[in-house]
């Protein structure tokens, strides 16, 4: 059974930076394509992160130079760090693994606030 568990959401300031954690079990997170989306209230779910089996990894045009994706596959983790936080980064966000079918996380909230 395949299971993703996002973790490290929460409340911070704006400029702030929070990382989220994405646990797999059920796969090895390293073999297959990956990424973080998230969903403020109201909107639609858009890519923030994509890393794809050959390296290459995408950002969303609104949060380039400001968050990183990374993986680490001894333990079967994907992470989002998120720098220069700013209020409308406040969202749900959500891992996903393309694996032999596209598997989600529950989600962790976000919220940019002073």
């Known amino acids: 059974q395949v299971q993703l568990v996002e973790s490290g959401g929460g409340l911070v300031q704006p400029g702030g930076s929070l990382r989220l954690s994405c646990a797999a079990s059920?796969?090895?997170?390293?073999?297959?394509?990956m990424g973080w989306y998230r969903q403020a209230p109201g909107k639609q779910r858009e890519m923030v992160a994509s890393?794809?089996?050959?390296?290459?990894?995408n950002y969303g045009d609104s949060v380039k130079g400001r968050f990183t994706i990374t993986k680490d596959s001894a333990r079967n983790r994907v992470y989002l760090e998120m720098t220069s936080l700013k209020p409308e980064d406040s969202a749900d966000y959500y891992c996903?693994?393309?694996?032999?079918?596209?598997?989600w996380g529950q989600g962790t909230p976000v919220t940019v606030s002073s």
């Open positions: 996903k693994v393309e694996a032999w079918k596209p598997f």
């Open positions: 059920g796969l090895a997170i390293g073999t297959y394509p």
């Open positions: 890393r794809h089996n050959n390296g290459r990894i």
